[in-house]
Nanobody
Framework: QVQLVESGGGLVQAGGSLRLSCAAT????????MKWYRQAPGKQRELVAV???????NYADSVKGRFTISRDNAKNTVNLQMNSLKPEDTAVYYC???????????????WGQGTQVTVSS
């Protein structure tokens, strides 16, 4: 059974840093794009960063220059390094990936359980 397991959230002061990690586990054949989303209270879920299997990246304007997404294809992991954090970065962060399981011809969209990031002013 394929699943995404996140870790690394927490409470940090403004200007600080946190690193989120997400590991895909199970019988995995291939992972396409891996993404990080976030959802703040009362707001819609928004895309924060995406990384392709080839390593190309894209970021929301609000985090460019502060966040860095990376992945390890051998370990099926994706990370989000968050620097210069601001109170408006406070949200639940979710990893997301399109994963092809072994023996399955179509990819499925998987989500992590979410991890809380709180930035105090």
């Amino acid at each position: 059974q394929v699943q995404l397991v996140e870790s690394g959230g927490g409470l940090v002061q403004a200007g600080g840093s946190l690193r989120l990690s997400c590991a895909a586990t199970g019988s995995i054949f291939r992972i396409n794009d891996m993404k990080w989303y976030r959802q703040a209270p009362g707001k819609q879920r928004e895309l924060v960063a995406v990384i392709t299997s080839g390593g190309s990246t894209n970021y929301a304007d609000s985090v460019k220059g502060r966040f860095t997404i990376s992945r390890d294809n051998a370990k099926n992991t994706v990370n989000l390094q968050m620097n210069s954090l601001k109170p408006e970065d406070t949200a639940v962060y979710y990893c997301n990936a399109e994963i092809f399981a072994v023996g399955v011809s179509l990819g499925n969209d998987y989500w992590g359980q979410g991890t809380q990031v709180t930035v105090s002013s």
